[in-house]
Each structure stands twice: as C-alpha cells, then as structure tokens.
C-alpha cells in the first residue's frame, strides 16, 4: 500500500467532497447519466441513512478524497447482523493502484471488529471475488429487491464460517430500495 494513502472512517465534514467523487467516477466510466444517478444515491444515502445504519470509509492522498466505499445495514426477520457494500469509486485517475481492494478489506475489518456477521455486495464478481465475496444464490439468501445480474449478488462472512442459508425477505435502507439500483 502506498505510505502517503491514508484509510480512515468518514467524519461527516465532506459529505459534498465525497458526492461530487462518486458523480465523476461513474461519470468517467458508465457516462453521465450514470453518474448523476450515483451520484444521488450517495447524496440520499449520506442525508437520511440514520448513523446507526451506515458506514462510510475513505482513501485520502494529501487531504484530497480519491475513494470511498459505503456499507449500510441489511436486515433480515432472523436478525442476522449483516451490512451492505454499495457503492464502491475510486477517482479514475488512481484506478490500477490498489486503492479500492484496500479499502474494502479496511472497511470489512471495522466491521468485523463491530461484531458484523454478514457483508454483501451487488457488483461485478471478478473484482469482488479479489475481497473475499462469493456468489450467493437467491434462493439462499434473498436480494431486497429484483437483481437484473443475478451473479452479481455476493456475500462473505465477517466471522469465519460459511454463510447459512437466511429465509424470508431482507430489507435495504432507503435510499437504496429503488429498482433502478438491482
């Protein structure tokens, strides 16, 4: 890991900072289109995700935000503590560092130190496998809402074991229960 890049928990002094991030990023690769939805999850999930339900991790590099990644809760009727990672930039310009496999693993290691069980993703496997997600069938544990890339749904457990199956439902914050973001 490079010395000058620091990991940290997000203090809420830059919320706009990490909006306008998320807006460029996925403006660079998906268009800007994209880019403004991303960007609009990140401000709704920043403004009315209560504090209990939501983690947020940076990189700096001379005090500047060049990745982010976000994890809010994810309930299920059996009470499983589980937490969601959604959604991950790092600035194009710093793509091919590292930076985002790093601050995943630092994001999941706080909330394994938190006594979080459960974390899942919805998101391209060949990057995700690289932290430890696997592909998770519906029918073992169920998405919050309809997924358009089934194998995109992944989960790891935080502590150790395989991850059981979980029946019923189970419910994302929300600012993230919108069709358009499955």
């Known amino acids: 890991m490079n010395t000058a890049l620091k990991l940290s928990m997000h203090e809420s002094d830059s919320i706009e900072e990490i909006i306008q991030m998320f807006t460029k990023t996925f403006s660079d690769s998906e268009g800007e289109a994209e880019g403004l939805l991303i960007g609009k999850l990140v401000s709704d999930l920043l403004m009315t995700t209560d504090k209990a339900n939501i983690r947020v991790f940076i ?25 969601l990672l959604s959604p991950v930039a790092v600035l194009t310009s710093c793509h091919g560092r590292g930076i985002g496999q790093e601050l995943i693993k630092f994001g999941l290691d706080s909330l394994r130190q938190e006594g ?67």
């Open 59 to 83: 990189a700096t590099e001379a005090e500047k935000i060049i990745g982010c990644i976000i994890f809010t809760r994810l309930t299920f009727a059996n009470g499983a503590n589980a937490f």
């Open 116 to 182: 979080v069980e459960l974390a899942f993703t919805y998101g391209d496997p060949g990057f995700y496998s690289k932290v430890g997600f696997k592909p998770v069938a519906e029918e073992l544990i169920k998405a919050p809402l309809k997924l358009t890339h089934p194998d995109g749904w992944l989960g790891q457990s935080l502590i150790g074991e395989e991850i059981e199956p979980i029946a019923g439902e189970s419910f994302c914050v929300k600012a993230l229960d919108k069709a358009v973001y499955w």
